[in-house]
T-cell receptor, first 116, second 112 residues
């Protein structure tokens, strides 16, 4: 069965600090997809990134970067030079290709608070 | 704005009642998903439809049902409501399997 663990329930940083959100997943499938979503205080879920299991290249998008390591089953998310607007709950999610559907299994989320 | 719309935004109802939540996917998306977000259960997958057909079921209660119509909009029906059904219900859509899902703003259901 698939499982996603986000061990950090809450992180507090001061603006301009770098912060890494951890995500560890479990799956028996060889083909799967990993995602990160952001849920700001307004409540909507915003898609950030999708990565397939065959692509271990790190990805950078502005201040955001993602580190995918199959050897440790981790897909960590780093925000560089954090800003107050980054305050949100961040969810890591997994989808297995072998499932009849492709539902997302979410981790418990990490609440990030960026203080000015 | 994800392009996924959900109505209503808020819903307050009493125990034992029945409600219908509505979702319109992004233009061109064939897959629709329903998720429930509650404090104790987190974000949980309920059910998926693809081009009108049920594709997958998660931990959806028997009191809950859904359907996807020919115009691809979807409805989630919740009946015999209990206090524990109070949650944020999200609809999401994607172009197809394994693509990223875009979420609507959610419907906050409060059962009193």
């Amino acid at each position: 069965a698939q499982k996603v663990t986000q061990a950090q329930t809450e992180i507090s940083v001061v603006e301009k600090e770098d912060v890494t959100l951890d995500c560890v997943y479990e799956t028996r499938d060889t083909t799967y997809y990993l995602f990160w979503y952001k849920q700001p205080p307004s409540g909507e879920l915003v898609f950030l990134i999708r990565r397939n299991s065959f692509d271990e290249q790190n990805e950078i998008s502005g201040r955001y970067s993602w580190n995918f390591q199959k050897s440790t089953s981790s897909f960590n998310f780093t925000i560089t030079a954090s800003q107050v607007v980054d305050s949100a709950v961040y969810f890591c999610a997994l989808s297995e290709a072998d499932n009849a559907g492709n539902m997302l299994t979410f981790g418990g989320g990490t609440r990030l608070m960026v203080k000015p | 704005d994800s392009g996924v719309t959900q109505t209503p935004k808020h819903l307050i109802t009493a125990t034992g009642q029945r409600v219908t939540l509505r979702c319109s996917p992004r233009s061109g998306d064939l897959s629709v998903y329903w998720y429930q977000q509650s404090l104790d259960q987190g974000l949980q997958f309920l059910i998926q439809y693809y081009n009108g057909e049920e594709r997958a079921k998660g931990n959806i209660l028997e009191r809950f049902s859904a359907q996807q119509f020919p115009d691809l909009h979807s409805e989630l029906n919740l009946s015999s409501l209990e206090l524990g059904d109070s949650a944020l219900y999200f609809c999401a859509s994607s172009v197809g399997p394994m693509y990223e899902q875009y979420f609507g703003p959610g419907t906050r259901l409060t059962v009193t």
